[in-house]
């Protein structure tokens, strides 16, 4: 009997470690860099609990806004110069090692004499070929999806395109064009065709980049940065320790957060997964994930309503769109004459306050609490799972789509919307958790609760202030 339960016991850990050997060797990091992955990686991530909804026969698409993110580019001046002090940095550290009469076995043989690949660039943060690939194929994708859609000749009021003036969103829009549009002009080899690409000033910009324009936001971010960085500290702290010893080297925890973005930059732009990536255990990329989830959801995502009440210009635009659409439709204006699609380019600070404005990757119950104004918990810890993860929520090239759909055989409503999150349907907490949802009812349950925040009473300091003094005076007199 003894040495049935041993053999079983014996047997049940070499399967438990097989497991957690093939765990290890499937896993890839390029899906755990955040807002750094890379599109091709995250897009076909989908909720295995969802069943999208199944479009009633009847129903037609008549109307499309697209709000993507830029596509991979590269890192900036500021993150390039990071990475040239740390190539210094290392270089120290090998070297007092080799003081010290360390033999350095331990030490990856690439940290050796390593240097930037960047190393002497002046300029960053450009789109890069692999960034305009992912939104050349995302508008091959959208015109086959939505043939119907696109089958009118091109004309800027009929499809405007608008980017944000930062070269890698007006890129990135470019890119888009040119698959979306593609072989439907004169224009080369390609038959390409000139399309127009607008934009306003970022000074001004309210719908694309409401973050830059919104003091009271900014204010918010800078006085976060150093709780967000003690959130972080013991996690780095953690993994130093931990590393410092794997390897022999006095890292510190700059140097951990320096090589953990290189590991993105590696991984995401030049698909090297095994120097910099290499240097973590996959539990230790889970945490260091976890903290740069942790600092998009604090100051950009649910951790303030601020992050995305800011956005509201951008929603009343697009609820605008679709009500002209629909108007267009009832009036049974000629096709040609109206806006059938309305597509944008920018940033993750775009895009993941609109998919919080849209309630996605919540529960329920949350999506009640933030109607409320309620604060939400933070994501949770690895190994637990959670809804909130920058490599899905903003990859580069991350986007949402709402299509309008006109559904003439339905009795009740005839207009209902589709939201779809990286070109998947997603579901909405607010609409009963389904992707497809009448007009009406994501107008009075999802946009409505936002529209009573005027986005200058929200951004402005000295009206914030006011109301302020205001809220005191009445308090002190009563």
Same mark, same amino acid.
Request: hydrophobic share 35%; aromatic share 8%; net charge neutral.
């Given at each position: ?28 990091? $390029? ?111 959208? $015109? ?199 597509? $944008? ?78 070109? $998947? ?54």
């Amino acid at each position: 009997m003894k040495k049935a339960t041993a053999s079983s016991m014996l047997i049940l850990c070499v399967l438990l470690l097989t497991h957690l050997n093939d765990a290890v060797q499937n896993f890839d990091v $390029r899906h755990h860099l955040s807002t750094v992955s890379r599109y091709d990686f995250v897009k076909g991530v989908v909720d295995k609990n969802f069943v999208p909804s199944e479009i009633p026969d009847g129903c037609t698409p008549i109307h499309l806004n697209l709000v993507a993110r830029h596509g991979t580019r590269a890192p900036t001046k500021k993150r390039m110069r990071e990475l040239e002090r740390l190539a210094d940095h290392l270089e120290v550290l090998i070297r007092e090692a080799k003081e010290k009469g360390s033999s350095l076995q331990k030490v990856p043989g690439w940290l050796q004499g390593w240097t930037s690949p960047w190393q002497g660039k002046l300029k960053g943060g450009e789109l890069i070929g692999k960034g305009e690939d992912e939104l050349y194929d995302l508008g091959i994708r959208i $015109r086959e999806k939505y043939p119907d859609l696109f089958s009118e000749e091109y004309h800027p009021d009929v499809y405007p395109i608008k980017a944000t003036q930062v070269p890698r969103a007006s890129a990135s829009a470019v890119a888009f064009g040119m698959g979306l549009f593609k072989e439907r002009g004169t224009l080369g080899p390609g038959r390409h065709r000139a399309f127009a690409v607008t934009s306003e000033s970022r000074a001004s910009d309210i719908k694309l980049r409401f973050h830059d324009c919104c003091d009271n936001y900014k204010d918010f971010r800078i006085s976060q940065a150093p709780a967000v960085e003690r959130l972080k500290e013991p996690i780095l702290d953690e993994i130093t320790s931990s590393i410092a010893r794997r390897y022999e080297l006095n890292f510190t925890r700059q140097d951990v957060s320096s090589l953990w973005f290189l590991c993105k930059q590696e991984a995401s732009l030049l698909d090297i997964t095994d120097q910099a990536c290499g240097l973590f255990s996959p539990s230790e990329v889970a945490l260091l994930e976890w903290t740069d989830d942790l600092e998009v959801f604090i100051l950009k995502g649910y951790g303030k309503s601020l992050n995305y009440r800011m956005g509201v210009p951008l929603l009343e635009d697009i609820v605008q769109s679709m009500e002209q659409a629909i108007q267009a439709k009832e009036e049974k204006h000629t096709p040609g004459n109206y806006e059938k699609a309305r597509l $944008r380019f920018a940033h993750a600070e775009t895009v993941i306050p609109f998919t919080c404005l849209l309630g996605l990757f919540l529960e329920r119950s949350e999506f009640q609490q933030i109607q409320k104004e309620e604060p939400l918990a933070l994501p949770p810890k690895p190994p637990q799972s959670r809804n909130w993860r920058g490599s899905i929520l903003a990859p580069f090239t991350g986007n949402n789509m709402l299509v309008l759909y006109s559904c003439p055989a339905n009795s009740s409503d005839k207009y209902f919307i589709q939201v779809l999150h990286n070109e $998947r349907p997603t579901p909405m907490p607010g609409c009963n958790g389904t992707d497809f949802c009448p007009f009406d009812v994501f107008k009075e349950r999802i946009v409505a609760p936002h529209l009573k925040y005027d986005y200058n009473t929200l951004c402005n300091v000295q009206t914030e202030q006011a109301i302020h003094k205001s809220k005191t005076t009445m308090a002190s007199s009563s």
